[in-house]
């Protein structure tokens, strides 16, 4: 092989090798090249992030509006006085969690923590909604985060009352 | 130390090469950071900030063009001698 090589070379430049000769980029011009593919790269890599913040624009577009349906949740004194509900709302996949805080006042949540959607339930001593797997804590007033490592609030069923009875008719903030 | 390019005409080439690829390497990063931004509020629900993120994003896009141009050019008068 070498001698096949030294006789290519040798036809055109003796001085020359082979190698040079078939790798013609010098070391300097190599290092220039690699800068102007490393700016095209760059600037390719700056395409793909404009392309992606446009297909969050057509998703956002092609967004569907959710369509909450009208649930009956409980009759008006079902439970007592920091007794809690469980029911399904919007999907029969979905628990929430109602509680009665006094006499006319309910308030009902999806029992997905917002951290790691671990099932939330109501401590009635601390008048809380807590979570037991990090030891999250929300305001049953609002399903405000107390304490733990959630930061969003608890989705909250807006209920109406209709008569006797207790009805979901969205969530608040919409899932 | 021997200078490996004896050339100023290719040292000013190079430095401006090196300087404009320092600019696009900030503006990827911003870029990244306003993608990021937009997925995270686009996920928890929020759309509106979508379009003027994109608006932003596409800028930032035709700079790093604009600059990838400036760099082909030096590159070309460099290497023609110009």
Redesign the interface.
């Known amino acids: 092989m070498d001698d096949n090589s030294s006789l290519t070379s040798g036809a055109a430049n003796q001085s020359v090798p082979l190698w040079r000769d078939e790798f013609s980029v010098s070391q300097?011009g190599e290092r220039?090249v690699n800068?102007?593919q490393?700016?095209?790269f760059?600037?390719l890599?700056?395409?793909g992030?404009?392309a992606?913040?446009?297909w969050?624009?057509v998703?956002?577009w092609f967004?569907k509006t959710p369509v909450y349906g009208r649930t009956v949740v409980a009759r008006a004194g079902e439970i007592p006085v920091g007794g809690v509900k469980l029911f399904r709302y919007p999907r029969p996949g979905e628990q929430c969690i109602m509680v009665r805080t006094s006499e006319e006042t309910y308030v009902a949540y999806s029992q997905k923590c917002t951290h790691l959607s671990c099932a939330v339930f109501y401590s009635r001593q601390d008048n809380r909604i807590e979570c037991p797997c990090h030891q999250g804590y929300f305001s049953v007033q609002d399903g405000s985060v107390l304490q733990g490592p959630p930061t969003?609030p608890l989705p909250r069923v807006v209920l109406r009352r209709e008569g006797d009875e207790l009805i979901a008719i969205r969530m608040e903030?919409?899932? | 130390m021997t200078n490996r390019y004896p050339d100023p005409q290719r040292n000013h080439g190079l430095a401006a090469i090196d300087a404009v690829t320092g600019i696009l390497v900030i503006l990827l990063v911003v870029q990244i950071w306003v993608l990021s931004a937009t997925l995270d509020t686009f996920l928890a629900g929020h759309a509106e900030t979508a379009l003027p993120a994109a608006a932003v994003s596409g800028l930032l896009c035709l700079t790093c063009f604009a600059l990838y141009r400036f760099v082909r050019r030096v590159d070309r008068n460099v290497r023609s001698g110009r």
């Open positions: 300097s220039y800068r102007r490393l700016a095209k760059l600037t890599t700056s395409l992030m404009f992606g913040n446009v969050v624009v998703r956002s967004r969003r903030p919409e899932i």
